[in-house]
């Protein structure tokens, strides 16, 4: 913060409502979405599910599966060899 103190859930939570706003988004965000967010995007990046259970706090790894599933982006070329620079 400016203040060079903590931010509260209160602050933050106002912060991220006012960025949706400005952002037009047509729902409200919450806090809840990033972590969902990071969930699917260590997933999309290919990281283990349980290291994402591991980092998101997952007791159950049925709960971090959810990130995992199917995304059709993530099998394009997947068979391509890779450049060697």
């Known amino acids: 913060s400016l203040r060079r103190h903590p931010l509260s859930r209160q602050q933050f939570f106002y912060i991220l ?3 949706g706003r400005l952002a037009e988004l047509t729902i409200a965000p919450h806090p809840h979405m990033l972590r969902h967010a ?9 990281i283990d599910t349980r290291l994402i259970q591991d980092y998101l706090g997952h007791r159950n790894i049925q709960h971090t599966v959810r990130y995992t599933a199917s995304n059709a982006g993530r099998f394009h070329g997947i068979w391509r060899k890779k450049r060697r620079v």
Do not use: I, Q, T, V
């Open 17 to 19: 409502r006012e960025a």
């Open 38 to 46: 990071c969930g699917y995007a260590l997933a999309d990046k290919g």
